[in-house]
């Protein structure tokens, strides 16, 4: 990671979310599925508290998720005087019909097709599916307001709670300016990342035509540092492959009629 001596205009601290129980069932989550965290999830959100205790923050962003709330929440208890804010924008692309199934049903797949063929504009299946392109249209915008009204406000730390694959998208694109890179960034659940906005490169360049207009670099990436080891999820896609089962296609989450999560045995 490139080093630097001037004083960043921004650093932002990109957190995913803790674990849930669809994410302890290996199970898709996204924009639709939103549960809340679970125990261990709890705790992972109570570490990165602890590691942000006595950390200078100006502003708290999360995504309107449940379970991005929850981990910000733990960071607004810390800084009970820094302004927070959540933003549909940063929520988790959205996985379409994949979301509740597990990994081994479709996702490990699609993942495939984005990280090693490269084929960004592929959406997940159905109506509310997302392609990595289509998701960081939504996202940098956003992104892109919230620097710049940082600078604007001298916020010069700034935390900002999300989802896996969103931040592979921010960080590929923002660091590398191309999505191919997405696969150096997985992330592991409660994970840090460091991001400093050294300078602004175009004042008149959007995100949103595919261009980040800030000069960035990158000090920690899907850090876990804060977190002892029987805190940290051992549960990822990439493992269900080497010991996926029969079962492992049966197990799906559901909402219900009274809009309950639900997990069922197919």
Request: hydrophobic share 35%; with cysteine; charged share 25%.
């Amino acid at each position: 990671m490139e080093k630097q001596t001037l004083e960043p205009l921004v650093t932002l601290y990109f957190i995913r979310h803790g674990e849930t129980e669809v994410n302890c069932h290996n199970c898709v989550q996204g924009g639709r599925i939103n549960p809340p965290l679970n125990e261990r999830g709890r705790k992972q959100a109570k570490c990165i508290g602890e590691r942000f205790r006595h950390q200078h923050l100006d502003w708290i962003v999360t995504s309107t998720s449940l379970r991005a709330l929850e981990t910000g929440a733990v960071l607004c208890k810390h800084h009970r005087n820094v302004p927070s804010d959540s933003y549909s924008e940063l929520n988790e692309l959205g996985f379409g019909d994949l979301e509740g199934t597990h990994v081994t049903a479709g996702y490990n797949d699609l993942v495939a097709q984005w990280d090693d063929e490269h084929n960004i504009d592929l959406p997940a299946p159905g109506k509310c599916g997302e392609s990595p392109a289509t998701c960081a249209q939504r996202v940098m915008p956003c992104l892109q307001a919230i620097v710049k009204r940082a600078i604007a406000e001298d916020k010069k730390a700034v935390c900002m709670v999300v989802h896996s694959r969103l931040i592979q998208i921010v960080l590929a694109g923002i660091l590398d300016g191309s999505l191919a890179t997405m696969k150096t960034y997985k992330q592991k659940k409660a994970a840090v990342n460091i991001v400093d906005i050294c300078s602004e490169l175009d004042a008149d360049v959007d995100a949103d035509a595919g261009r980040w207009p800030f000069r960035c670099v990158a000090r920690e990436i899907n850090s876990v540092s804060h977190m002892p080891d029987d805190v940290v999820s051992h549960i990822s896609s990439a493992d269900s492959l080497k010991k996926q089962t029969k079962k492992d296609g049966l197990v799906r989450f559901e909402i219900d009629s009274d809009g309950k999560l639900v997990l069922k045995q197919l």
